[in-house]
C-alpha cells in the first residue's frame, strides 16, 4: 500500500515534477538550483512549502518573487489534476514518493546532501533499505566477461555477508554487481538515472520487489536517459552507501570516473576502494594517485563483511581503537569537533588529536562538507557549528 502524500510533497512535486510522460510544461518546473533558492527564502521566513497550497499562499508567492517569477509559480501549483493523474498512474505501478519534508526521507541523503539532496524521491520496495548502507559497486558499462564475473562474485559474497549492494541499475557492472546479491538471496538498492516505470514492472524484477530490492530515482518515473541525470545521480549511491569499490572507469571519461572522482576531491562522504585484481586499469590508477584506496583480497563473506565496514579500518574495540592501530572515523570526527568548540587553526588541531596533517585536512574536508565544521578565513581557523539546518 502506497501512503498518502503529505501536503508538503504535493507542493515540491507541482514544483518540480513534469507530472506526465512527454507533456508540455515541463520546461517550466524549478531546477534543482532553483528549488534550493525557493527552499532557503522558505526557510527565511519560518515557511514550508505546503503553506503555498494553503489559505496564505497568494501573499506568499507574492513574497517569493524575488527568487522565482510569482505568475510561473501560480502555473505550477495550478497542476493538481495532472498531479492527481500522475500519482494514479504511480500507485497501479506500487511507485511510492516522498519529499524532503517526510520522516521517511534518508537520513543519509540529508546529513551527507544536505540541500544538495534531490527535493523528490520515486521509489519502488522497502523504503527502510534506504536506511541500511552497504557496499556501493559501480564501474564501466561495457565490461569484459572477466569484470563481471569478478563483480558478480563480489555481489554473491556481500549477500552471504548480509551486506546491501548498492549500484546504478545501469547495464555491465552496476549490474553484475546486483544480480550477482539477488541471485544468491541477498539485497541490493539500484540508483536509477531514468526508466523507474519500467523497471517497476520488468519480468527480472518480479520476484525481488519489494522484499529484497529497492529501486529509488530523484527522476520522473517516465523520464529518459538523460547524460545528465546519470551523472547527477552518481552522488546518491555513494551517500546511500557506507563504502564503495570501483570496478572499471576510464581515464577523464564517462560516468564512473566523474563519480569517483566528485566522491574523493569533493563529497568526501565514504571511503572510496579500486579493484586490485585482474588485468590493470589506467582508470583505477588515475584514481588511486587521487586517493582511492585498494579493495583487499575478499574471498569469503567475512572478508566481504569486514572490507564493507562502515569508516572503520579493521575491527574496531569499544574505546574506537582498531586491530591494525587505526581509529574509528565517527570517533576521530568527534574527537576533532570536540576540540573545535573554539576557533582553532590546523596546526592547532594536529597538535590536539595527534593525527597526521593528510588525515586532519580529510576530516575537516569532510566536516566542513557535512556543515557540522565552519571554515573562517583571515586567518583560517575552524570551528564546530552548534546546529545545523536543514532544508524541505
Request: charged residues 25%.
Amino acid at each position: 500500500m502506497i501512503d498518502p502524500l503529505s501536503p508538503d510533497t504535493q507542493a515540491i512535486l507541482l514544483l518540480t515534477a513534469p507530472l506526465s510522460a512527454g507533456s508540455g510544461g515541463s520546461r517550466e518546473i524549478l531546477t534543482p538550483g532553483e528549488y534550493k533558492k525557493l527552499a532557503r527564502h522558505l526557510h527565511s521566513i519560518a515557511e514550508r512549502p505546503a503553506t503555498l497550497l494553503g489559505p496564505g499562499a497568494e501573499a506568499l508567492v507574492e513574497s517569493c518573487r524575488t527568487v522565482i517569477e510569482a505568475d510561473r509559480l501560480r502555473r505550477l501549483l495550478g497542476r493538481g489534476l495532472r498531479l492527481s493523474q500522475a500519482l494514479e498512474r504511480w500507485r497501479a505501478r506500487a511507485i511510492w514518493v516522498m519529499s524532503r519534508a517526510d520522516a521517511a526521507y534518508p537520513r543519509r541523503l540529508r546529513e551527507r546532501l544536505r540541500d544538495d539532496a534531490p527535493p523528490v524521491l520515486y521509489g519502488c520496495g522497502d523504503q527502510a533499505r534506504l536506511a541500511e548502507g552497504g557496499l556501493a559497486v559501480v564501474g564501466s558499462r561495457n565490461a569484459d566477461s572477466e569484470l563481471i564475473e569478478f563483480t558478480q562474485r563480489i555481489g554473491a559474497l556481500a549477500a552471504a555477508a548480509r551486506v546491501n549492494i548498492v549500484s546504478g541499475g545501469a547495464r555491465g557492472i552496476d549490474s553484475a554487481a546486483m544480480s550477482g546479491a539477488l541471485e544468491m538471496g541477498g539485497c541490493a538498492v539500484g540508483v536509477l538515472a531514468d526508466g523507474l516505470e519500467k523497471a517497476a514492472i520488468a519480468r527480472e524484477y518480479r520476484e525481488v520487489l519489494p522484499d529484497r530490492l529497492t529501486l529509488v530515482s530523484p527522476y520522473d518515473p517516465s523520464a529518459g536517459f538523460n547524460v545528465g541525470h546519470a551523472m547527477q545521480r552518481n552522488k546518491l549511491i555513494y551517500a546511500l552507501a557506507d563504502r564503495a569499490l570501483v570496478v572499471s572507469a576510464d581515464v577523464n571519461k564517462g560516468g564512473t570516473w566523474a563519480g569517483a572522482v566528485e566522491q574523493l576531491e569533493r563529497w568526501r562522504m565514504v571511503p572510496v576502494h579500486v579493484r586490485t585484481t585482474g588485468a590493470e586499469s589506467a582508470g583505477l590508477q588515475a584514481l588511486r594517485a587521487r586517493g582511492a584506496l585498494e579493495w583487499p583480497t575478499v574471498d569469503s563473506a567475512e572478508a566481504l563483511r569486514y572490507a564493507s565496514a562502515p569508516s572503520v579500518v579493521g575491527r574496531v574495540s569499544e574505546n574506537g581503537v582498531s586491530a591494525t592501530g587505526s581509529v574509528d572515523e565517527d570517533t576521530e570526527r568527534g574527537r576533532l569537533l570536540a576540540m573545535t568548540v573554539e576557533p582553532k587553526s590546523e596546526r592547532e588541531i594536529i597538535a590536539g588529536t595527534g593525527l597526521t596533517q593528510q588525515r586532519v585536512r580529510a576530516l575537516l574536508a569532510i566536516l566542513v562538507e557535512l556543515g557540522k565544521l565552519e571554515r573562517r578565513t583571515r586567518p583560517v581557523r575552524y570551528v564546530a557549528r552548534t546546529q545545523t539546518v536543514l532544508l524541505v
